[in-house]
């Protein structure tokens, strides 16, 4: 079984659409973020939820919109695509703040292109 | 939030151990160290954590001094299929930046044949 997987694994779209990349994960973890990793390689923390609520807001458009439905989801919508949002983006789970364990899962990672 | 600085890239042969080391001259008393690997078209992976001293697991050793403002990622006999980026991380506790994961650049590590 896949501890983190997200849906679509590519994602190719026009700009000004609006999408949604899907994350789930069955570790029973309380705690998912969303990384983007651009072209030059950097993987930057975009958002982190725990147990729903949102922890951390990095400097996002809000085009960029997540939501959790429930702790073992993390789903991210984009509206008005722009080509500068092409990139992969990974989801991630951990359970660090009960177990002080720092180690993250993440996801295959879902490649964005805007055309 | 530590900042983390580590080679862009290093060279090594299969069957070479491989030491990476990463400064973090303003790591705070809750943070602790953290190495991620990642190959490419993957997903980040986390390799080993430490606080002091020395840590080991069946894929790293890795070294932190009594000041903790460096550690050393120790990869023992290397293969091809360690080519990959290697992460020094700073990871927070305790606050309200608990888990967050600050990825600089990384070292890019090939292993050559």
């Known amino acids: 079984d896949t501890a983190v997987s997200q849906t679509p694994k590519y994602l190719v779209t026009q700009m000004g659409n609006d999408k949604s990349i899907k994350c789930e994960q069955n570790l029973g973890h309380d705690t998912m973020y969303w990384y983007k990793q651009d072209s030059k390689k950097f993987l930057k923390i975009m958002f982190s939820y725990n147990n729903k609520e949102l922890i951390i807001n990095e400097t996002v458009p809000n085009r960029f919109s997540p939501k959790s439905p429930d702790k073992a989801h993390l789903n991210l919508h984009i509206n008005s695509l722009e080509l500068g949002d092409s990139a992969v983006y990974f989801c991630?789970?951990?359970?660090?703040?009960?177990?002080?364990?720092?180690?993250?899962?993440f996801g295959q990672g879902t490649r964005l292109t805007v055309v | 939030l530590a900042k983390t600085t580590q080679p862009i890239s290093m060279d090594s042969y299969e069957g070479q151990e491989v030491n990476i080391t990463c400064s973090h001259n303003?790591?705070?008393?809750?943070?602790?160290i953290t190495w991620y690997q990642q190959f490419p078209s993957q997903g980040p992976r986390f390799i080993i954590q430490?606080?002091?001293t020395k840590v080991k697991n069946e894929v790293a050793s890795l070294f932190i001094p009594a000041d903790r403002k460096s550690s050393t990622l120790s990869l023992p006999r290397v293969s091809l299929s360690d080519t990959a980026v290697y992460y020094c991380?700073?990871?927070?506790?305790?606050?309200?930046?608990?888990?967050?994961?600050?990825f600089g650049q990384g070292t890019t590590l090939q292993v050559k044949p």
């Open positions: 991630a789970s951990s359970q660090v703040e009960k177990t002080g364990n720092t180690e993250a899962f």
């Open positions: 430490g606080y002091k």
């Open positions: 991380l700073v990871v927070p506790l305790g606050s309200s930046n608990t888990g967050k994961l600050i």
């Open positions: 303003n790591i705070a008393t809750n943070d602790y």
